[in-house]
Structure formats: C-alpha cells, structure tokens
C-alpha cells in the first residue's frame, strides 16, 4: 500500500516541523540590493529573528574589513508583520526603524537604502 502522507520522504526528525523560509527569502533579497553588491553577506539567527552579517568593505566601521551587522529582521507578536532595526555601531545595540511591515516591504527598504543606514 502507498503511503498517501506528504512527509514521507523526510526524515523522522524533520516530519511536522515547520519549517521558517525566512532565511532563504531574506538572502534572495538580499541578491538584488543596490549598494555592497558585490560581498556576500549571511543570514544567522538572532533572538526570534534574523541577523544580516556582512563584510565591511568600505571599512567606515571596522577598518580591517571584518564582518559586521547590518539589520536585524524581527517578527511581530502577530507573527505576520515585522520589525526591522539598523546597527548603531557606536553604541553597539539594535534601532528600530520600521515596525508593522510585511517581510517584502522591510526587505525592500533593507535593500534599496538610499541613505546607507544598513549598509555604511
């Protein structure tokens, strides 16, 4: 008899967890940002969001180029908008720049960034 059940071909461990796509979203994104496009930044897990780290090319913040923190993406308590925060490298804590967002509106403002408030 063949089994009818979607998760079959998953490992025991991964059959019914939720999976978050987050990360594969926000890196696609990240693919088509306007400035730093040439370094390749990563996406890590940070609290109950999610870290952009990335080179420091231009070297305005670290001036070995090291990795730096560009954007925290957080979910909402209703867990369908987001939050998004810059990195203030001065005082090293996260600022809140937009609230109540879908992920594709704050990815947008993440990449576009005019004003090189994520990527310095």
Known sequence: MISCRRDRHLPPAAA???????PARIL??????????????RVEREGDGWKIVSPN???HIDPLGGEIDIAWLRPAESGTLWQLHSRDHVNQAWRLEAEGLTLPDALFRLCDD????YWP
Do not use: E, I, N, T
């Open 16 to 22: 019914g967890r939720v999976v978050d796509l987050s």
């Open 28 to 41: 696609r994104a990240l693919a088509g940002r306007r400035r730093y496009k040439y370094v390749q930044p």
């Open 57 to 59: 090319c231009s070297r």
């Open 114 to 117: 005019p004003l090189g408030v």
